[in-house]
T-cell receptor, first 117, second 113 residues
Framework: DTEVTQTPKHLVMGMTNKKSLKCEQHMGHRAMYWYKQKAKKPPELMFVYSYEKLSINESVPSRFSPECPNSSLLNLHLHALQPEDSALYLC????????????????FGEGSRLTVL | DAKTTQPTSMDCAEGRAANLPCNHSTISGNEYVYWYRQIHSQGPQYIIHGLKNNETNEMASLIITEDRKSSTLILPHATLRDTAVYYCIVRVRYGGATNKLIFGTGTLLAVQP
């Protein structure tokens, strides 16, 4: 199984709602990532988890709250979002090998397209 | 962190080789070059990577210059399904077991029938 599964595929929420995006992989990867992609722009790194611990937070606003409950799951909790947060949210996973090149081979999901009204 | 420069867009005729250039003149000796592509409305897809030597797999070939300041991704026989944004990325090393993959603006390759 070489898939990264993201749910839901589409989400519409109001600015006062609380929602979550979910990501799952069964490739035994111990690094997981959240990226955000606006229309016609490249993906922007948000968070990196390594061995289920947050290792990189790219100065993301606190209204985005990541969670990695186990080695196969990654969540992104959303609260009090703004319309400008509307974007495609991409989850990815990879192996962790110190200094190794396999760590750069990320497997991406299809993304969750979020619209904030 | 090494940055990459790619042309904004390129055209290629179906069945011909597509050669996508990338400049990474500030690359460090231990940084890898990765190529990904993103077909419209899909997640990015890993294509190939290299350090010093040229590399080939079932999808593409990667040619890295001897001074490592630039590289070229070659799709030997482009098809319409290869129309996508192609990202050249220098792997940013992070102190530890993880790494950051930072996407640049990429090249939109349009394969024409």
């Amino acid at each position: 199984d070489t898939e990264v599964t993201q749910t839901p595929k589409h989400l519409v929420m109001g600015m006062t709602n609380k929602k979550s995006l979910k990501c799952e992989q069964h490739m035994g990867h111990r690094a997981m990532y959240w990226y955000k992609q606006k229309a016609k722009k490249p993906p922007e790194l948000m968070f990196v988890y390594s061995y289920e611990k947050l290792s990189i937070n790219e100065s993301v606003p606190s209204r985005f709250s990541p969670e990695c409950p186990n080695s196969s799951l990654l969540n992104l909790h959303l609260h009090a979002l703004q319309p400008e947060d509307s974007a495609l949210y991409l989850c990815a996973s990879s192996h962790i090998l110190r200094g190794g090149d396999k760590a750069g081979e990320l497997f991406f999901g299809e993304g969750s397209r979020l619209t904030v009204l | 962190d090494a940055k990459t420069t790619q042309p904004t867009s390129m055209d290629c005729a179906e069945g011909r080789a597509a050669n996508l250039p990338c400049n990474h003149s500030t690359i460090s000796g231990n940084e890898y070059v990765y190529w990904y592509r993103q077909i419209h409305s899909q997640g990015p897809q890993y294509i190939i990577h290299g350090l010093k030597n040229n590399e080939t797999n079932e999808m593409a070939s990667l040619i890295i210059t001897e001074d490592r300041k630039s590289s070229t991704l070659i799709l030997p026989h482009a098809t319409l399904r290869d129309t996508a944004v192609y990202y050249c990325i220098v792997r940013v090393r992070y102190g530890g077991a993880t790494n950051k993959l930072i996407f640049g603006t990429g090249t939109l390759l349009a394969v024409q029938p």
